[in-house]
């Protein structure tokens, strides 16, 4: 199949970008999205040209270092599903594709479709954690958790990290990552010790990023590919709220 | 002259033993020394976040753009632990000696045994973080079994253990960020190593985003670094794993042991074009219900569904009754490779077998196999474009998991005294072939429990050391030939991309030093990987500069590899045995049976570096087996 890509080339944090067309007469369908960037790359590299930046590092759906705008999208077309695990045979025969890195003021641009995502690590640092050191932990089956707690703990922990809910929110709000890690921790018995900090230090940090506020859009949950659900921001919301109330 | 330092005593007091004996550093003192780390795996991140807690000074970093996407993530399986849940049976002998089976008698007791002992307080450490490992109904945690032993001591969580082990060691380094006793640094790349002395003493790294290089001290120096499978081009690894780190370390004088042997998993997605980076790994559970087959005839070019019965050869039912479809990783995947090069492999490339759920949908029902493997379905369908319930997945065997490592003593130390080797970047407690599930165990034994109790035993006689002076020469020796390293390579200006380079190098891999070896074989992918090597300094080309450059970062590994490819056939081609992974055809019995010489070769061998094209130098640690006695590993 034939593809006409339209992708940002940005060579820095401080140089402007611009959209650069470029023709691939050949592309088989079955390649991953990420492969048919490699074969372009393997082109420019060929020519002498400077190939495109694009994080990836896993390739099966599980690191979240991949993530691009693609037409408009997290992720591109289809729903909750990484850039890695896109193929082309969700395009069309002489489509037009966009590649644009993910935006928000909270990721700068560092290269092309590199963004810089270290804020989420650093919410994470305010109080993402149970401050169990190595060391002191009670036997595991002394701590029994109900069955269902423990696998809508898990529907939480599984984020990846990625900031598509971030690039797809008009508000660039950091809510949906954000709440998955404190939901997965208030959920269990080992991380409600120290909810109240937590929630309150990482809604903070969240803040103090930059990311906007959630204005309950739900368009997060749609390109997640975790399906992590909103509804861990009402959760979050209700525990915020009690954290100040104690 | 290889000393593994291993504590004396009975094999079960060892550690007790070591632990009692070893030398501490007291609280007060630990602030004045310095650890740095490379990597963030489970390895990297459970050492670092340990030795924060304890009040070390830790630098750590890693290679992607944040600690919590080191390829640990990537496990799906589960993790090992002998907690005796099930009331099964299961002791840490039973668990010591499974793991020695496996490895088909290649491995150190005194390390297996440790590495049993400490597996129950992992998950109870998991567990403490907030690890959400699958639990029964009761709220007690489950278990199931995995690779082939008759207990069930496997613990999981879903099929993303990987992931969730690393969140938890990630979290608690993260805290330690916060708390200021580990400063991390994603996005740098270890380049050197810095030996002042003899003693390990800092690294070179590059900040891959600016390209700048960086010199950092440390009193000790960790390498977490992970496996380096992805030297076949093709394999279960991510992107960016390499080899480079402990190569580096390997040329400044740290012995490397068993290079070649590599664990090729056998259910991975096939290739489907030379476009292709990567493959797939199917957890290996589709092997409970799945049948393995390929067509009886060598044209048989009909849709699977079509192929009847009689005209369908079940190799493994046919060749190991006893374990049929469950036969352990090395010969299920050699089975595979026997049948695709005798030219019965199916798919658009031949190089594939079937792995058929139909007489198992027949039986359970779909909605059955759908709970159990869901998951597993919808991935295969997203990636091939088909439906598994409906047709056989077709797949093939692919590089995943380095038994060899730098070589360690029972302290994780390598032969540079103050640098240590964890996690899959070291050789210790796999032998020749690895059991499911004992790797995740391995990296955070190694990281939380082993790790933060020998190092200190090192430090104890670091106190009076001092900062580490990074404007010693040999730091300005180290930097400077990292620097013109960079330069030649970008400066060859030739005609093609690293990765065809990477493509050669990995074809001839597979080919002569992979799941089947030959004398005459290695011999001539020696000479092959030489030539490769000129071409790659003629040849290589690479736009832009020093900066900000993938394809740089891309052409450094290369170039690492080409050297490590080599020691992998030197290796190969001394070993004059089979055992686990390492099937010399000279070889076999008359059944094509894996023929092992314990005689000759119950040793570890230890690479010694000699100067590029020179003949490494070979050392052997000898296996001692004082509690088992090594038997033949039959599955049929
Ligand atoms: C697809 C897959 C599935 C698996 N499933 C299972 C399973 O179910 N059960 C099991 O027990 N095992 C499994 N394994 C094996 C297991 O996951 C690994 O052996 C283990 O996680 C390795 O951990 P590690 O900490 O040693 O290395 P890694 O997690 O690979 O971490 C390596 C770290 O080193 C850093 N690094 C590497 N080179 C450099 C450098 N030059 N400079 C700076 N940093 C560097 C990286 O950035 C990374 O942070 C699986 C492996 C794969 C590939
Ligand atoms: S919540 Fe979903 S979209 Fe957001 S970072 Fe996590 S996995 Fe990615
Ligand atoms: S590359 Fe890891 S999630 Fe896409």
New interface residues.
């Given amino acids: 199949m034939r593809i006409q890509l339209k992708i940002w080339r940005q060579q820095n944090r401080s140089k402007s970008g611009q959209l650069v067309n470029y023709d691939l007469p050949d592309v088989n369908p079955d390649m991953s999205f990420l492969e048919m960037l490699d074969t372009l790359n393997e082109r420019l590299v060929r020519q002498r040209e400077r190939p495109v930046e694009f994080d990836h590092d896993c390739r099966e759906g599980i690191c979240g270092q991949c993530g691009m705008m693609i037409n408009g999208r997290a992720h591109g077309p289809l729903s909750n599903t990484t850039t890695c695990q896109l193929h082309m045979r969700a395009f069309r025969d002489g489509d037009t594709i966009y590649v644009e890195p993910f935006r928000a003021t909270a990721f700068p641009v560092k290269c092309d479709l590199k963004v810089d995502r270290s804020a989420f690590d650093r919410i994470i640092q305010a109080g993402g954690y149970t401050s169990a050191s190595t060391g002191g932990a009670p036997e595991a089956n002394s701590i029994p958790i109900a069955h269902d707690v423990a696998e809508a703990a898990f529907d939480a922990a599984a984020c990846i990290g990625c900031g598509a809910c971030v690039a797809t929110c008009k508000n660039s709000s950091a809510a949906l990552f954000t709440a998955a890690k404190i939901t997965h921790l208030a959920l269990l018995p080992q991380g409600k010790i120290e909810g109240r900090q937590r929630v309150r230090r990482m809604v903070r940090q969240m803040d103090s990023e930059g990311f906007g506020h959630c204005s309950n859009t739900e368009a997060c949950q749609v390109e997640c590919p975790q399906q992590i659900s909103v509804l861990h921001i009402a959760r979050m919301n209700w525990e915020y709220n009690r954290s100040l109330a104690m | 002259m290889l000393n593994a330092k291993i504590p004396e005593g009975p094999l079960q007091d060892k550690w007790r033993h070591y632990r009692s004996t070893a030398k501490l550093v007291s609280s007060a003192n630990r602030n004045k020394l310095q650890v740095i780390v490379v990597g963030t795996g489970l390895a990297g991140s459970?050492l670092a976040?340990?030795l924060g807690?304890m009040g070390y000074r830790v630098t750590c970093l890693c290679f992607?753009?944040?600690?919590?996407?080191a390829?640990s993530?990537?496990a799906q399986g589960g993790v090992n632990a002998c907690?005796n849940?099930k009331n099964d049976g299961d002791t840490v002998f039973r668990m010591f000696y499974d793991t020695i089976k496996g490895g088909d008698f290649r491995s150190r007791e005194a390390n297996v045994y440790r590495l049993a002992e400490c597996s129950a307080?992992l998950?109870?450490?998991?567990?403490?973080?907030?690890v959400?490992?699958?639990?029964?109904?009761?709220?007690?945690?489950s278990n199931r079994s995995f690779g082939g032993v008759q207990v069930s001591r496997t613990f999981y969580?879903?099929g993303?253990t990987g992931?969730?082990l690393l969140?938890g060691a990630?979290?608690?380094l993260?805290?330690q960020?916060?708390a200021g006793s580990v400063s991390?640094l994603?996005r740098h790349e270890m380049l050197d190593l810095v030996v002042i002395d003899g003693k390990a003493r800092g690294i070179i790294v590059r900040n891959m985003?600016s390209g700048a290089l960086e010199r950092h001290g440390g009193h000790a120096v960790v390498l977490a670094t992970g496996g380096f499978g992805k030297i076949y081009y093709l394999s279960t690894l991510?992107?960016?794993c390499n080899g480079s780190a402990i190569w580096r370390a390997h040329k400044r004088g740290a012995f490397f042991a068993n290079p070649s042997w590599t664990q090729i998993h056998p259910t991975c997605l096939p290739q489907?074009?030379d476009?292709?980076?990567?493959l797939?790994?199917m957890s290996e559970s589709l092997r409970n219900d799945g049948r393995i087959w390929v067509p009886k005839g060598r044209e048989d070019h009909r849709s699977p569904n079509e192929i009847p019965e009689p005209d369908r050869d079940y190799y493994l039912e046919r060749r190991y009754p006893a374990f049929g479809n469950l036969s352990p990783r090395d010969i299920s995947s050699r089975a595979a490779k026997e049948r695709i090069d005798a030219g019965y492999g199916v798919g658009p490339l031949k190089n594939a077998v079937y792995l058929d759920f139909s007489r198992a949908i027949r039986e359970q029902g779909k909605p059955k196999i759908e709970e159990k493997y869901g998951n597993l379905f919808r991935?295969y369908q997203?990636?091939?474009?088909v439906d598994a319930y409906q047709q056989p997945m077709r797949i093939s065997p692919a590089a995943h998991f380095s038994m060899g490592g730098l070589w360690v003593d029972y302290e994780l130390m390598t032969t540079i005294p103050g640098l240590y080797a964890l996690g899959e970047a070291n050789f210790a407690d796999h032998g020749a072939n690895r059991l499911g599930a004992n790797s995740l165990l391995q990296a955070c034994v190694d990281g939380?429990?082993i790790a933060?109790a020998t190092i200190p035993n090192y430090l104890a006689n670091e106190i009076k050391t001092g900062p580490i002076p990074i404007d010693h020469p040999a730091f300005a020796e180290s930097e400077a030939a990292v620097r013109e390293r960079l330069q030649v390579l970008v400066n060859i200006q030739g005609?093609s991309?690293a990765?065809h380079f990477h493509k050669t190098l990995g074809a001839v891999l597979y080919d002569k030093c992979g799941l089947s070896r030959s004398q005459g074989g290695l011999k001539d992918a020696i000479g092959k990987i030489h030539s490769l090597r000129d071409q790659f300094y003629n040849d290589l080309?690479?736009?832009?500069g020093i900066d900000?450059n993938?394809?740089l970062e891309k052409a450094g590994r290369v170039a690492d590899y080409l050297e490590l490819g080599e020691l992998m056939c030197y290796d190969a081609l001394t070993r004059n045995e089979s055992c686990g992974a390492h099937f010399r055809e000279e070889y076999q019995t008359p059944d094509g049976e894996a023929l092992r010489n314990d005689r000759d070769f119950a040793f570890t061998s230890a690479w010694e570096w000699a100067g590029i094209d020179k003949e490494p130098i070979l050392h052997r640690e000898p296996l001692d087996f004082e509690v088992v006695t090594p038997t033949v590993r039959s599955y049929k």
């Fill in positions: 459970s976040a340990s807690e992607q753009d944040s600690a919590r996407r390829h993530v990537a907690k849940y307080n998950i109870d450490q998991a567990v403490a973080q907030g959400p490992f699958a639990r029964e109904y009761s709220g007690y945690l969580a879903r993303q992931q969730q969140l990630y979290q608690a993260m805290r960020v916060a991390l994603p985003d991510a992107m960016g489907s074009g476009y292709q980076s990567k797939t790994l991935m997203k990636i091939t474009g939380y429990f933060p005609k991309p990765d080309l690479i736009p832009g900000l993938s394809e």
